[in-house]
């Protein structure tokens, strides 16, 4: 049997960056509100005309490079994202895999929200391990201010662009495969978090307001509550069904969403402040990239060493929710 290793990651953060001051000039907020509420400080903006393609070519770039295979040899694309290209089709995989040059290679989306990059690697977990492919480019890609309403402060506060990659490889090495991967999903609670316009779900007037069609809609304070649950259950479990607790964990990931909610799952795992990777000050929350985008944080620091233990945690819209124990196995 194949296993399935992370071999490599990499990341794309565009340059522009808006500050909490910035946005106190915009909607009725501070930069102590925010602070105190959600622990960010800045995220950064995509430009106009850069999509969220041209941010997963990025770091899908930068993962490819660092994998130590050849890009011929990248057998399928899965791109996490909410906020693709054009939404329906033609997918955001497909589009990064064409201004990749990677050939006719399987390519799709899947949509999970901030769970999308823990959902797409269960699957190219799967597809590794089934021997159905062999090198899997995994994206989670966001320009969340396309969909972001610059006048709800609720909101509008929280979100940024950016964009992280993977590759995962098979290999019959043991020690190097990923553990486990846990999804899960609950649409009873679909409406705490929502584009709730331009879908056929929506009324057939909305379809015709241009501006505002696609915008996110959050009932934040039901939402906080929902999340550090299911987050906390989320790690509990996973560890439990592997026979390993919170000291096993070399760096715990968790969704980037509010550091309030990132603090309550690590104390309730008891980790260390150096345990627990935080980002969310600097990037806001980047739903599907924030995860891969935090990897990468730790990687070009230094501090994620070949054979050591990830433990992600993710939780989004749908609502979705998922983990992962995953040792980093670059390729020797
Ligand atoms: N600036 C200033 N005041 C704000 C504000 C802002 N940006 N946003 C909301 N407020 C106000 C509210 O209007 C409310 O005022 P009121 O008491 O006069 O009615 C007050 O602050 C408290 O609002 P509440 O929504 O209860 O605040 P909160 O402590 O729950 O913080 C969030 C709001 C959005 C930061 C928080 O709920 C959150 O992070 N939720 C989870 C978000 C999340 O993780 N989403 C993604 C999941 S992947």
Redesign the pocket.
């Known amino acids: 049997m194949a296993y399935a290793a992370f071999r490599s990651i990499g990341a794309y953060v565009p340059s522009k960056i808006l500050t909490n001051e910035d946005?106190a000039t915009m909607?009725?907020?501070?930069d102590e509100?925010?602070t105190k509420?959600?622990g960010i400080k800045e995220r950064h903006i995509a430009g106009e005309n850069e999509t969220t393609s041209d941010m997963g070519v990025e770091a899908a770039k930068l993962a490819i490079e660092r994998s130590g295979i050849d890009s011929s040899e990248i057998d399928m694309v899965i791109c996490a994202t909410i906020s693709p290209d054009y939404f329906c089709m033609p997918s955001t995989a497909t589009i990064i895999s064409t201004k990749l040059g990677l050939g006719n290679v399987t390519a799709f989306d899947i949509s999970a929200?901030?769970t999308g990059f823990v959902y797409i690697l269960s699957i190219a977990k799967a597809f590794i391990e089934s021997g159905m492919k062999k090198n899997i480019l995994i994206i989670g890609a966001e320009k969340l201010s396309a969909i972001t309403d610059y006048s709800d402060?609720?909101?509008?506060?929280?979100f940024g662009d950016g964009a992280g990659a993977a590759v995962i490889s098979a290999t019959d090495n043991k020690d190097e495969a990923i553990i486990d991967v846990h999804t899960g999903a609950d649409g009873s609670y679909a409406d705490l978090?929502m584009t709730p316009n331009g879908g056929t779900g929506s009324p057939h007037d909305s379809l015709d307001q241009e501006a505002g069609a696609c915008f996110m809609q959050?009932k934040?304070?039901e939402?906080?509550k929902v999340?550090v649950r299911t987050l906390t259950k989320d790690v509990v479990e996973i560890l439990a069904d592997n026979n390993l607790d919170g000291t096993d964990i070399n760096h715990f990931v968790p969704?980037q969403?509010?550091y309030?909610?990132i603090k309550a799952v690590g104390d309730a795992l008891k980790l260390t402040q150096k345990q627990v990777i935080v980002t969310v000050e600097k990037y806001g929350?980047t739903?599907g990239a924030s995860i891969p985008m935090a990897i990468n944080d730790i990687y070009e620091d230094g501090s994620l060493k070949e054979g050591e233990l990830m433990l992600l945690d993710a939780?989004?819209?749908g609502l979705t929710w998922g983990s992962a124990l995953v040792p980093f196995s670059p390729k020797k």
């Open positions: 946005l909607v009725d907020t501070s509100w925010i509420r959600t929200a901030c402060r609720g909101t509008c506060i929280l978090l959050m934040g304070n939402t906080f999340a969704h969403a509010n309030r909610i929350n739903s939780f989004g819209g």
